[in-house]
């Protein structure tokens, strides 16, 4: 069993930045993917960035490439998102996802309950 916990979000003006952290508790933290999701009020929830359990691999969605990074620290059990240059469409709740590698899709086996980012413009 896997629980997630987000922190960072706030909010900020447009053009700043955040950075997200999503702290991990189990032992098995090291061998899963770890994804970010965000949802916006009135949409469906999306597929922002994903890293491979390895570290090997980093995806984006397009509407972030350039300005998300997603890493991840294996000893501290946490992945984060450095977000730059943020647009007020970045706004929603952000989520962060483990399990085995799914991509963009949502078949992660484990959730946090998200943090909010709210940017201004």
């Known amino acids: 069993q896997v629980q997630l916990v987000e922190s960072g979000g706030e909010l900020v003006q447009a053009g700043g930045s955040l950075r997200l952290s999503c702290a991990a508790s189990g032992r098995t933290f090291s061998s899963y993917a770890m994804g970010w999701f965000r949802q916006a009020p009135g949409k469906e929830r999306e597929f922002v960035a994903g890293?491979?359990?390895?570290?090997?691999?980093?995806y984006y969605a397009d509407s972030v490439k350039g300005r998300f990074t997603i890493y991840r620290d294996d000893v501290k059990k946490t992945v984060y998102l450095q977000m730059n240059s943020l647009k007020p469409e970045d706004t929603a709740v952000y989520y962060c996802?483990?399990?085995?590698?799914?991509?963009?899709?949502?078949?992660?086996?484990?959730w946090g309950q998200g943090t909010q980012v709210t940017v201004s413009s």
């Open positions: 890293i491979s359990w390895s570290s090997s691999g980093a």
């Open positions: 996802a483990a399990g085995p590698w799914a991509g963009a899709t949502e078949r992660y086996d484990y």
